[in-house]
């Protein structure tokens, strides 16, 4: 964890120019999942949207985060609104069914659409005996929206299917 990330780069395509903000200031909950290895991401217009993914949080521990963060581009690149109004920046909403690392995201019109993935808990190395891994075996769909700041989730759909949706390593 002493050695994750905590620095926003930002690229600019058109100036050709790449920014950096140091992130110290968040709170753990977002810093740990931005921080995230396997996280499942789509953009929607000038919103970045990422859910899960598995790392060291700030106690330690080996987990796969049940977040949904929602990184607005077109401010991200502005420090002083990430230090005085953080949530003008991103947003974030917990919930169980985000838990999941190394899924596949994709937006089809307003439905996204969450496949595949598993949940780590513990420590993962070559031969561990102390993490625990379950393969969700499940695609899922639904709707993200933020209404009056608060960010809703609607619709959810889930098709479980341990054929098609197992990973195969």
């Known amino acids: 964890r002493k050695t994750n990330n905590r620095q926003l780069y930002i690229w600019d395509p058109n100036k050709m120019e790449v920014d950096s903000i140091d992130l110290k200031f968040l709170p753990d909950s977002i ?4 921080s995230a290895a396997g996280t499942s991401f789509v ?5 970045l949207y990422i859910i899960g993914g598995y790392g060291q949080n700030a106690q330690d ?3 796969t985060y049940p977040s949904l963060l929602i990184l607005d581009l077109s401010q991200a690149n502005n420090s002083d ?5 953080p949530t003008k ?6 919930n169980p069914n985000f838990a999941i690392a190394g899924g596949q995201m994709v937006l089809i019109n307003d439905q996204f659409i969450l496949v595949g993935g598993n949940q780590f808990t513990g420590k993962y190395e070559d031969n561990s005996v102390g993490v625990k891994q379950k393969y ?3 695609a899922s769909s639904f709707k993200i929206s933020i209404s009056e700041g608060n960010i809703e989730i609607s ?3 889930e098709m479980i299917d341990e054929f098609n949706f ?4």
């Not at 953009?43 to 919103?47: E, I, L």
């Not at 609104?81 to 109004?85: A, I, S």
């Not at 920046?89 to 917990?94: D, E, G, T």
């Open 81 to 85: 609104t990430w230090k005085n109004d």
């Open 43 to 47: 953009q929607r217009n000038q919103f």
């Open 136 to 138: 969700l075996d499940k």
């Open 89 to 94: 920046v991103i947003r974030q909403v917990q």
């Open 166 to 169: 197992h990973r195969r390593d």
């Open 61 to 63: 521990s080996f987990v």
């Open 155 to 157: 619709d959810w759909h």
């Open 31 to 34: 810093i740990d999942p931005l």
